[in-house]
């Protein structure tokens, strides 16, 4: 199984700071990788795909990166809806796997 | 819109049994996989099992293959998880999601299933 690591776990920032939240797969994924945001008590939201494709809808301060076994996810101008946790997701095989999820909390 | 919407849990013995639905609208239904997703109290997201849009394909996790069983109807439009001899550990809320490649695209609200003697 492809095991993914994000990095930090958690973060603090505040309204207008630039984020980076990192994922590393365990052996090579191409580009097949995913970003979801959720907020507590609701579903994820699929945000980007295929590491740098934005989904319908979303906001252009988000934006993704990377190849192989490295990717970030960057938030260039923090909202205060973008109080979350994100996952990232590997698209590249069964069984699908996620990244344990970091929490970006208000400073 | 598109709508997926989870119903069936509850509150289940170790060693018992649950039917998942999965109702979807919005979308030509019998042209995407469907996938299953879950996520234990305050942890991280766990992919559980997926069906494709004929339901000539099914795949599942190591931590419910042999237990769980995925089905489809596409004339109603709906997915099943059928989930037999539950463990404390299958205490989750379980999501549907419509499938787009491997990656979710759309989410039901999702639903919990406790299991508890």
């Known amino acids: 199984d492809i095991q993914m690591t994000q990095s930090p776990s958690s973060v603090s920032a505040s309204v207008g700071d630039r984020v980076t939240i990192t994922c590393r797969a365990s052996?090579?994924?191409?580009?097949?990788l995913a970003w979801y945001q959720q907020k507590p008590g609701k579903a994820p939201k699929l945000l980007i795909y295929a590491t740098s494709s934005l989904q319908s809808g979303v906001p252009s301060r988000f934006s993704g990166s990377g190849s192989g076994t490295d990717f970030t996810l960057t938030i260039s101008s923090l909202q205060p809806e973008d109080f979350a946790t994100y996952y990232c997701?590997?698209?590249?095989?069964?069984?699908?796997?996620f990244g344990g999820g970091t929490k970006v909390e208000i400073k | 819109q598109v709508q997926v919407v989870e119903s069936g849990g509850g509150v289940v013995q170790p060693g018992g049994s649950l039917r998942l639905s999965c109702a979807a609208s919005?979308?030509?239904?019998?042209?995407?996989?469907i996938h299953w997703v879950r996520q234990a109290p305050g942890k991280g997201l766990e992919w559980v099992a997926v069906i494709s849009d004929d339901g000539s394909f099914k795949h599942y996790a190591d931590s419910v293959k042999g237990r769980f069983t995925i089905s489809r109807d596409n004339s109603k439009n709906t997915v099943s998880l059928q989930m037999n001899s539950l463990r404390a550990d299958d205490t989750a809320v379980y999501y549907c999601?419509?499938?787009?490649?491997?990656?979710?695209?759309?989410w039901g609200q999702g639903t919990l299933v406790t299991v508890s003697s």
């Open positions: 999601a419509k499938a787009s490649g491997k990656n979710f695209d759309y």
């Open positions: 919005g979308f030509t239904f019998s042209n995407y996989g």
């Open positions: 997701q590997q698209a590249h095989s069964f069984p699908l796997t």
């Open positions: 052996q090579d994924i191409s580009s097949w």
